[in-house]
């Protein structure tokens, strides 16, 4: 059996698409389309039904994935590596937001890169979730963490954590507040501080008002920032008021640097899921970090 004929197959399996297949190959959808019917000549068997929208697999379809994925994406290492790299040399890409992966996942992560014959490298790269994981379906990253649940067949997602979000601004900037003005469901005094925020659609201002005082943030960005890290520093600045991830302020509120301007009954929450290609758990070092990550996160909440 042709070794790329199975390599089209699996992504196809994965992609749940004969487009979305060829793209991630760099074939032709007819190519890919002429693939798996050779494939499926040779077999004897059909191993997708066709559908308006991809391909589903078939019983067939699902075992031949299941025998073939672990062992093609051991070749794909071996091919990237070298046949002599032992287990510690084995490199893990990691994608995600750049605040929560800095501050939450590499270091957890880097317990695994010791000299324990178990350890690997480590390499990290940052970006919102939509271009997280179209890299992890392209085959760029291992393993991703993201803001936002995938849909189809090609990456599995779990559930990592939930993330609380704190409403904080400086002392003297909290000072300035009337608070019999600022009730449970209501946020006038607000609307007369300066915000910051990472993008100029306010993202995290504009869902924290939406979740608590079911209205709509009314003073535009003043500071903006790509990087929650930066609005935290803006903020002890007293540049205005942000919505932050608790972890990211915790020790600031712990140390007057910023206080809570609001402590709705139900904080807003916002849910990261840890992200891979179907089948790539069968390789040791993915599926090591992604149980390490499990156990963090099992602290961290």
């Given at each position: 059996?042709?070794?790329?004929?199975?390599?089209?197959?699996?992504?196809?399996?994965?992609?749940?698409?004969?487009?979305?297949?060829?793209?991630?190959?760099?074939?032709?959808?007819?190519?890919?389309?002429?693939?798996?019917?050779?494939?499926?000549?040779?077999?004897?068997?059909?191993?997708?039904?066709?559908?308006?929208?991809?391909?589903?697999?078939?019983?067939?379809?699902?075992?031949?994935?299941?025998?073939?994925?672990?062992?093609?994406?051991?070749l794909?290492?071996?091919?990237?590596?070298?046949?002599?790299?032992?287990?510690?040399?084995?490199?893990?890409?990691?994608?995600?937001?750049?605040?929560?992966?800095?501050?939450?996942?590499?270091?957890?992560?880097?317990?695994?890169?010791?000299?324990d014959?178990?350890?690997?490298?480590?390499?990290?790269?940052?970006?919102?979730?939509?271009?997280?994981?179209e890299?992890?379906?392209?085959?760029?990253?291992?393993?991703?963490?993201?803001?936002?649940?995938?849909?189809?067949?090609?990456?599995?997602?779990?559930?990592?954590?939930?993330e609380?979000?704190?409403?904080?601004?400086?002392?003297?900037?909290?000072?300035?507040?009337?608070?019999?003005?600022?009730?449970?469901?209501?946020?006038?005094?607000?609307?007369?501080l300066?915000?910051?925020?990472?993008?100029?659609?306010?993202?995290?201002?504009?869902?924290?008002?939406?979740?608590?005082?079911d209205?709509?943030?009314?003073?535009?960005?003043?500071?903006?920032?790509?990087?929650?890290?930066?609005v935290?520093?803006?903020?002890?600045?007293?540049?205005?008021?942000?919505?932050?991830?608790?972890?990211?302020?915790?020790?600031?509120?712990?140390?007057?640097?910023?206080?809570?301007?609001?402590?709705?009954?139900?904080p807003?929450?916002?849910?990261?899921?840890?992200?891979?290609?179907?089948?790539?758990?069968?390789?040791?070092?993915?599926?090591?970090?992604?149980?390490?990550?499990?156990?963090?996160?099992?602290?961290?909440?």
């Open positions: 059996m042709d070794l790329a004929l199975l390599r089209t197959f699996v992504t196809v399996h994965r992609a749940g698409s004969f487009t979305r297949a060829a793209a991630l190959l760099g074939l032709s959808q007819p190519a890919v389309t002429s693939q798996i019917r050779t494939l499926e000549r040779q077999l004897g068997r059909p191993l997708f039904l066709r559908q308006a929208r991809g391909v589903t697999p078939t019983t067939m379809g699902d075992e031949l994935a299941h025998k073939a994925a672990p062992h093609l994406d051991a794909v290492e071996i091919a990237e590596t070298g046949p002599d790299s032992d287990a510690s040399l084995r490199t893990l890409h990691l994608a995600g937001p750049p605040e929560f992966t800095a501050e939450r996942a590499l270091p957890a992560l880097t317990e695994l890169t010791g000299e014959g178990q350890g690997f490298a480590l390499r990290a790269s940052f970006g919102n979730a939509e271009e997280t994981l890299g992890l379906a392209a085959g760029h990253h291992d393993l991703a963490i993201s803001t936002a649940r995938p849909r189809g067949a090609l990456l599995t997602a779990t559930t990592l954590c939930d609380e979000h704190v409403l904080v601004a400086a002392p003297h900037r909290a000072e300035q507040l009337d608070p019999e003005k600022l009730g449970p469901k209501d946020a006038p005094a607000l609307d007369d300066p915000v910051i925020e990472v993008h100029e659609s306010l993202p995290f201002v504009s869902r924290y008002w939406a979740s608590v005082f209205s709509r943030p009314a003073a535009p960005g003043t500071v903006i920032v790509p990087d929650l890290r930066a935290l520093a803006c903020a002890i600045a007293g540049a205005g008021l942000a919505v932050l991830p608790r972890y990211l302020c915790a020790l600031a509120l712990e140390r007057g640097e910023v206080v809570a301007l609001h402590e709705p009954a139900i807003p929450l916002r849910t990261y899921f840890l992200v891979v290609r179907t089948g790539t758990l069968a390789m040791p070092h993915i599926a090591r970090a992604h149980e390490w990550l499990h156990r963090a996160a099992a602290i961290w909440g």
